[in-house]
């Protein structure tokens, strides 16, 4: 390869628009120690990049206790993953007794006997009778104040008797365009 088209694939590289063949190419020249003076800096960045690929990351205590309490299941997050679909079921159950305890105590199922406040028949009809007939009269004054309204009902059901009135002038119309019509033709005969 030439210098201009490792410039190139350097740049495209550096951008991070290189194909994975690409990189392959560039890896390779520079592992072949073939690069000039001027690419002194990206060779050894290639070779430490080469040498890197092949460890494994260090890891510290921290890491290796994290690691160990995800990858088994041994510990505390083995113990609450065992333990999570108990404590779901768990849940659901409780929350569905408090729905049903709070519809208990809102709509109570076992309505109160209501009990007669009169052990007297007749007296209780006299009673209601009463109450009804108070209701009946206080109704009867609130509608009073609408007898004015009754006679202005009335006197719009007599206007309709106009409108009868109005639908024959409509056929005269029509009658007397009849008329201008034959009067046009006799003054022209």
Do not use: C
Request: proline share 3%.
């Amino acid at each position: 390869m030439n210098s201009q088209e490792i410039s190139r694939l350097l740049e495209k590289y550096y951008n991070g628009e290189t194909s994975l063949a690409e990189e392959r190419r560039l890896k390779e020249y520079f592992a072949a120690r073939q690069a000039g003076p001027e690419l002194e800096a990206e060779q050894a960045q290639f070779a430490w990049l080469a040498e890197e690929a092949g460890k494994e990351p260090e890891t510290g205590e921290i890491d290796r206790r994290v690691i160990k309490e995800i990858s088994g299941h041994d510990g505390l997050l083995g113990r609450i993953l065992e333990r999570r679909q108990w404590f779901y079921a768990t849940a659901g159950l409780a929350a569905s007794i408090l729905i049903l305890l709070a519809i208990f105590v809102k709509f109570d199922p076992f309505p109160k006997k209501i009990q007669d406040t009169y052990k007297d028949p007749e007296v209780a009809y006299n009673e209601a009778k009463k109450v009804l007939l108070f209701v009946s009269g206080k109704l009867n004054q609130g509608t009073d104040r609408l007898k004015p309204i009754a006679a202005y009902d009335d006197g719009i059901s007599e206007l309709k008797v106009m409108g009868a009135l109005n639908d024959g002038m409509n056929a005269v119309e029509k009658i007397r365009k009849y008329n201008k019509i034959e009067q046009m033709m006799t003054k022209t005969n």
